[in-house]
């Protein structure tokens, strides 16, 4: 099974942007997509997007398009997921994860990244 | 975009009891239905897949069941360690949405 490691937290201004990575082990890189999550203090999951990286496609939630980059760097076994213009709302635990090989089921989480965003 | 409920959104148990936590969506997803657990602090973790199958190195006691709009996790002789949050996920269509949660706790 794949091991995801994420970046360490991060305290950001309102305004501006944040990347966390998430590296993997295990597998072939590039094999698997790659979702991203957020949880906002005591709040539920939601999707934030996803890189298929066999076929080189990206997918974002609509309320995300225009602010939110994920990217893969298949040399490193690494991937990034970039959040811009960022606000208090986006305050939230942030996490990658794989998919397996029954479709969209995510069987390897990071331990998540808690990006805060304030003043 | 597939709107997922869950009921109830709390629930008291005991060790040993058998409960049963509800998941609806919006609008058929064939059998697109997954259940996570998770634990304050810590990631979700995959229990179930596709309605019903279960993932590799979950107990048996964790069962899943349903098809169209209308779902079910039930836990049997529930565990100290199964007292945690539930959440039922839609992998039928984008965006991949996620039910509100259930959360487990000790009566």
């Known amino acids: 099974q794949v091991q995801l490691v994420q970046s360490g937290a991060e305290v950001k201004k309102p305004g501006s942007s944040v990347k966390v990575s998430c590296k993997a082990s295990g597998g072939t890189f590039g094999s698997y997509s790659i979702s991203w999550m957020r949880q906002a203090p005591g709040q539920g999951l939601e999707w934030i997007g996803r890189?298929?990286?066999?076929?080189?496609?990206?997918n974002y939630a609509q309320k995300f398009r225009g602010r939110l980059t994920i990217t893969a760097d298949k040399s490193t076994g690494t991937a990034y997921m970039e959040l811009r213009s960022l606000r208090s709302e986006d305050t939230a635990v942030f996490y990658c994860?794989?998919?397996?090989?029954?479709?969209?089921?995510?069987?390897?989480w990071g331990q998540g990244t808690l990006v805060t965003v304030s003043s | 975009d597939i709107q997922m409920t869950q009921s109830p959104s709390s629930l008291s148990a005991s060790v040993g009891d058998t409960v049963t936590i509800t998941c609806r969506a919006s609008?058929?997803?064939?059998?697109?239905l997954n259940w996570y657990q998770q634990k304050p602090g810590k990631a979700p973790k995959l229990l179930i897949y596709?309605?019903?199958s279960l993932q590799s190195g979950v107990p048996s006691r964790f069962s899943g069941s349903g098809s169209g709009t209308d779902f079910t996790l039930t836990i049997s002789s529930l565990q100290p360690e199964d007292f945690a949050t539930y959440y039922c996920?839609?992998?039928?269509?984008?965006?991949?949405?996620f039910g509100p949660g259930t959360k487990l706790d000790i009566k």
């Open positions: 996920q839609q992998s039928h269509s984008m965006p991949f949405t």
């Open positions: 609008q058929t997803i064939i059998s697109y």
């Open positions: 596709a309605a019903s």
């Open positions: 994860a794989t998919e397996g090989d029954d479709g969209v089921v995510w069987d390897s």
């Open positions: 890189f298929i990286p066999f076929l080189d496609i990206t």
